[in-house]
C-alpha cells in the first residue's frame, strides 16, 4: 500500500485522481439520492411539479454539470505538473463550493448563503484554474 503522506505531496496524477475521485463520489452519492427519490415518489421523467424533489435532482444535475471542467483542469494542471500545493488549493476549494452548495440547496430552494458561497468558490476557482492553465500554456511553467 502507498504512503499517503508520500502520494498526496509527491505525484501530481495520484494528487489530481485522489480530487477526481472525491468529486465523482459526491456526484455518484447524490445520483443516488435522485433515483432513491424517484422510485419512492414515483416521478419517471422530470420533476413531477414536487419541489423537494427539484432540489435534489438539481443538487445532482449541478454536480454533473460542473464535474467535466474540473476533471480537466486537475489533469491539465497534474499534467503540467502546477506542485502540490495548486493541486491542493484547486482541489479542496473546488470540493468545498460542490459540498456548500449542495447543502444550500438542499436546505431551501431559494438562495442560501451555503448555496451562493460555494458558487462563488466554485465558479472562482474554475475561472482562476482556467487562467492559470491559459498562462501556462502560453508562457510555460
Known sequence: MRDIEIMLTNNMLDLAA?????????FLGLSIAVIRERLSRRIGLGDGG??????IS????HAAEYLAPIL???LFFAL???????LHLFGLATLAGRVMH?????KTP??????TLG?????AALGLGSLGLLFLSLFGS
Open 18 to 26: 485522489f480530487y477526481g475521485a472525491l468529486h465523482i463520489l459526491i
Open 72 to 74: 480537466v483542469l486537475l
Open 50 to 55: 414536487d419541489m423537494e424533489f427539484l432540489q
Open 102 to 106: 449542495a447543502a444550500g440547496i438542499h
Open 110 to 115: 431559494y438562495l442560501s448563503m451555503g448555496r
Open 119 to 123: 458558487m462563488v468558490l466554485l465558479i
Open 80 to 86: 503540467l505538473d502546477i506542485g502540490a500545493l495548486g
Open 58 to 61: 438539481r443538487m445532482q444535475g
